[in-house]
């Protein structure tokens, strides 16, 4: 199963589903609704493992920062686990200088991430 339309595109790898955001910037307030109520049905719908993969993304702004970091809560609070990778050098830059990889699980590929859900991490 998969779902390609809208702000955010899914498709399940396993018991892993890898999420993408279907832009490369990340910093319009109206696609952050619309992909907050997109990653909100699906964490009341499927939920589980997730990797976020930014291969795609070339640019996160504080919008984008915060769809991921308020996806990660609810996530994690109906059980669920959240690995972020993919992550381009200036989006890497931004998450460390803000420190985000003391808060979340991050990864510059997918392989790394998939490798650490697979070794129980």
Not at 15 to 20: I, L, Q
Not at 55 to 79: D, H
């Amino acid at each position: 199963m998969a779902d390609n339309q809208g702000a955010v595109s899914w498709e399940r790898i396993g018991d892993v589903t890898v999420m993408r955001f279907n832009a490369k910037r990340i910093t319009d307030i109206e696609f952050s609704k619309q992909a907050s109520a997109e990653l909100d049905d699906f964490v009341q719908q499927i939920g589980g493992k997730v990797i976020f993969s930014l291969e795609n993304v070339n640019f996160l702004s504080s919008v984008g920062i915060s769809i991921l970091v308020e996806f990660n809560l609810k996530l994690r609070t109906a059980g669920g686990r959240l690995k972020i990778g993919d992550i381009q050098p200036l989006v890497w830059d931004i998450f460390r200088s803000i420190e985000l990889h003391r808060a979340m699980d991050l990864f510059q590929t997918r392989g790394e991430a998939m490798t650490a859900f697979n070794m129980g991490q």
